[in-house]
């Protein structure tokens, strides 16, 4: 049985009362000295962990941490007027992280198809005059980060649903058969997109077709990534997965298996969705097929 913290201070206070009172009692009863002080110890002892219950609520703390509400920007990111290209990212990756429009970064900085970039090289975030390519230092240890197409095995083509949803000339249909366990917010600190429960192991499929822009690690919050291109307004994006089954460059068909769902960025097996249009969030459950 749980009592309130006001009970037990109360009963601290009176107990500490009580004490007072029988040792008055006590020291004026014709009892001997040792047996007198023994009684006096235990009752003693009793207040204090009576007053030492009172200060607690009679519940350890619990912290659940979700990683993936972390994708929010600092305030010095958001103030940024440039980023330099750190190893396996894309300028696809960069514009997903500030929220930007990845052909306007492509415009700024005078970057043509296929957005080829390199490590140390600066990409401009906000309009300059000069609208050239800031060339990276030379070094034989860069490698470009966007790689020519792969040679890969053609992956077997799973249709988990014949459900679709034409929207933006796009036919959408769900990543996975989960359960939504988080919507969409309109509120940047907050859900980018949605959540959907899911089991380590279970299949990510792309929501339609396109071409992989991104897939690894390296997005705060995010977890093993995959980013796919659909076209020059829409791409979309599967975090928090255990495997990646996809690489950069690589056309994909809707419906396809690109992952599996895992835990990576986050506390818990679920696959993060997101659809960005001209780099901005949308909510998923507006392009998706009803359930």
Same mark, same amino acid.
């Given at each position: 049985? =749980? =009592?309130?913290?006001?009970?037990?201070?109360?009963?601290?206070?009176? /107990?500490? =009362? %009580?004490?007072?009172?029988?040792?008055? =009692?006590?020291?004026?009863?014709?009892?001997?000295? *040792?047996?007198?002080?023994?009684?006096?110890?235990?009752?003693?002892? /009793?207040?204090? &962990?009576?007053?030492?219950?009172?200060?607690?609520?009679?519940?350890?703390?619990?912290?659940?941490?979700?990683? $993936?509400?972390?994708?929010?920007?600092?305030?010095?990111?958001?103030?940024?007027?440039?980023?330099?290209?750190?190893?396996?990212?894309? &300028?696809? %990756?960069?514009?997903?992280?500030?929220?930007?429009?990845?052909? !306007?970064?492509?415009?700024? +900085?005078?970057?043509?198809?296929?957005?080829?970039?390199?490590?140390?090289?600066?990409? +401009?975030?906000?309009?300059?005059? +000069?609208?050239?390519? /800031?060339?990276?230092?030379?070094?034989?240890?860069?490698?470009?980060?966007?790689?020519?197409?792969?040679?890969?095995?053609?992956?077997?083509?799973?249709?988990? $649903?014949?459900?679709?949803?034409?929207?933006?000339?796009?036919?959408?249909?769900?990543?996975?058969?989960?359960?939504?366990?988080?919507?969409?917010?309109?509120?940047?600190?907050?859900?980018?997109?949605?959540?959907?429960?899911?089991?380590?192991?279970?299949?990510?499929?792309?929501?339609?077709?396109?071409?992989?822009?991104?897939?690894?690690?390296?997005?705060?919050?995010?977890?093993?990534?995959?980013?796919? !291109? !659909?076209?020059?307004?829409?791409?979309?994006?599967?975090?928090?997965?255990?495997? *990646? *089954?996809?690489?950069?460059?690589?056309?994909?068909?809707?419906?396809?298996?690109?992952?599996?769902?895992? /835990?990576?960025?986050?506390?818990?097996?679920? *696959? !993060?969705?997101?659809?960005?249009?001209?780099?901005?969030?949308?909510?998923?459950?507006?392009?998706?097929?009803?359930?």
């Amino acid at each position: 049985m =749980f =009592f309130s913290r006001d009970f037990w201070l109360i009963h601290s206070k009176t /107990s500490t =009362f %009580s004490l007072k009172a029988n040792r008055s =009692f006590l020291m004026s009863t014709r009892m001997p000295s *040792l047996f007198r002080q023994i009684i006096l110890m235990c009752m003693a002892v /009793s207040v204090l &962990l009576v007053s030492g219950c009172a200060g607690k609520s009679g519940y350890a703390p619990v912290t659940s941490i979700d990683y $993936s509400k972390s994708k929010t920007l600092s305030p010095r990111e958001k103030s940024a007027s440039h980023h330099v290209v750190s190893r396996g990212e894309t &300028l696809y %990756s960069i514009a997903w992280n500030y929220g930007k429009n990845f052909k !306007h970064l492509a415009s700024i +900085n005078g970057i043509k198809h296929p957005y080829t970039i390199y490590p140390g090289q600066k990409i +401009n975030l906000k309009s300059t005059r +000069n609208k050239g390519v /800031s060339k990276p230092k030379k070094s034989n240890k860069n490698k470009v980060v966007e790689r020519s197409k792969p040679k890969v095995k053609k992956t077997p083509i799973v249709r988990h $649903s014949n459900q679709q949803r034409s929207v933006g000339k796009i036919n959408w249909q769900w990543p996975t058969r989960g359960k939504v366990i988080g919507t969409f917010s309109s509120n940047a600190r907050f859900n980018k997109g949605i959540d959907i429960a899911g089991k380590l192991g279970e299949p990510v499929y792309s929501a339609a077709k396109g071409r992989v822009v991104f897939a690894g690690s390296g997005l705060r919050g995010y977890g093993k990534l995959v980013i796919i !291109h !659909h076209d020059d307004k829409y791409l979309s994006a599967y975090a928090h997965n255990n495997k *990646l *089954l996809v690489k950069e460059n690589q056309v994909i068909k809707a419906g396809q298996k690109i992952a599996e769902i895992g /835990s990576t960025g986050t506390n818990r097996p679920k *696959l !993060h969705f997101e659809i960005r249009k001209d780099g901005k969030p949308v909510d998923p459950l507006r392009y998706l097929p009803k359930r």
